[in-house]
């Protein structure tokens, strides 16, 4: 048995419940997942309880908002390895340089994780048809997680989205569409089959559970961190789902008295080509501004405008946080130099972390002595066209390396 109360509005504080299917609050906010956590703790759920179980995010069963464990769609994602940087961290003076690597979950980035979360409710509360625009990956974990729940589902996404994205999304059973536009207007058309054909809209933030399978990163982290957060944790923010998470469970966590009141600093990194939670940031406002014109490599940052900017806004400014963005070039470059000295092909994505650590560090907010995690939120194998190809040497059948 989980333990979800009731959803609430961290907006107008309306609560809903959480056995009837439900999006948006009515004020138009997205919805966050209360727990009984004091009841949670009270009924046996310590660190100690953790030990033995199995190796992925539903390791935190009583924090995850299934009521039943035969309603549970899993391939097995979430506990995903932290490894340390340490020729990277030399190179910007971040000797204490770590990166928790999502490239490993099921399908290949941590949207694995929101899917699990939202595709196992959706099975719960009896839904048979999902929709969704995506940027790519998430419509690839969708797809995946929805065919083995026996949900039919439908995803928009961009048509200069990575082919790997459509076919993966594809080949896992979704009813594909790609649209000459963006992620918005991707949303737009989903907007109006989900009035047509009754489908459930899953999109980012209009659906309630996905962000509880991305928070276990943040009680990964705890627990692999042995309670005792770093000091900061970069996260390259599209809708900022996954930034909203890891504040929300260490939120819980402290509540569970498992932590302190002490946060690592949240960082949301942005491309230079879509960043407008940087510029919301450097302005000092709580809501960010559409982004005309979003271009970037990092195709999974490409969100003009996010449904929850005001709650990463809210995270940043909690935890004494930031903001930056890095262009594609230094994303590039970045990527190249991860997987050149650390041996660690990382997503465009997650190379934008990589990108701005000298500017961090130039600018203090950063120092020497911080522990620092970056979340790798994708594998490169994702992204072959990312990848600039040389001119390999090509041999006879019999001839030699010269
Ligand atoms: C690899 C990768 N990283 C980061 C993001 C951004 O995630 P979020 O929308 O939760 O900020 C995405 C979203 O598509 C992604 O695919
Ligand atoms: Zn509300």
Redesign the pocket.
């Known amino acids: 048995m989980g333990y979800p109360t009731y959803l609430r509005?961290p907006?107008?504080?309306?609560t809903y419940n959480t056995n009837l299917v439900r999006n948006l609050?009515?004020?138009?906010?997205p919805l966050l997942v209360d727990y009984d956590l004091v009841g949670i703790e009270a009924g046996g759920f310590t660190p100690a309880s953790l030990v033995g179980r199995p190796a992925d995010m539903w390791r935190y069963w009583e924090v995850l908002p299934l009521n039943d464990r035969t309603n549970l769609v899993s391939l097995g994602e979430g506990f995903t390895p932290i490894v340390p940087l340490p020729k990277l961290g030399a190179e910007v003076g971040l000797p204490e340089l770590r990166m928790k690597d999502e490239g490993l979950n099921p399908t290949g980035t941590f949207k694995s994780r929101g899917a699990a979360a939202g595709v196992s409710k959706a099975k719960e509360l009896g839904i048979t048809r999902v929709a969704m625009p995506t940027a790519g990956n998430a419509g690839g974990a969708w797809a995946a997680y929805c065919s083995r729940a026996g949900i039919d589902f439908t995803v928009v996404m961009p048509a200069d989205t990575p082919e790997i994205n459509m076919l993966e999304a594809h080949i896992t059973g979704g009813n594909v569409h790609l649209v000459r536009g963006l992620i918005s207007d991707a949303g737009r058309i989903v907007g109006k089959g989900v009035q047509r054909h009754g489908w459930f809209d899953a999109s980012t933030l209009k659906e309630p559970y996905r962000i509880e399978g991305k928070k276990t990163m943040g009680y990964e982290i705890a627990e692999q961190y042995r309670w005792d957060l770093p000091d900061a944790v970069l996260y390259p923010a599209g809708g900022g789902v996954g930034l909203i998470g890891m504040w929300k469970a260490f939120n819980e966590l402290e509540a569970l008295g498992w932590i302190g009141a002490r946060r690592p600093k949240l960082i949301a990194v942005q491309a230079a080509g879509c960043a407008p939670l940087v510029r919301a940031f450097d302005a000092g406002e709580h809501e960010s501004v559409f982004w005309d014109g979003a271009a970037t490599v990092a195709s999974g940052l490409r969100v003009p405008k996010a449904l929850g900017d005001f709650l990463v806004l809210r995270a940043i400014k909690e935890t004494d946080g930031y903001a930056i963005a890095a262009d594609d070039e230094a994303i590039l470059a970045a990527m190249e130099r991860t997987a050149r000295v650390e041996g660690a092909f990382i997503c465009p994505e997650g190379a934008a972390n990589v990108a701005v650590l000298p500017d961090l560090v130039r600018r203090g907010v950063l120092k020497t002595a911080d522990r620092v995690l970056l979340l790798n939120t994708g594998t490169g194998l994702k992204y072959p066209s990312a990848v600039r190809r040389p001119e390999f040497p090509v041999l006879a059948a019999d001839g030699e390396i010269l």
């Open positions: 509005c907006k107008c504080s309306a609050c009515d004020c138009g906010s």
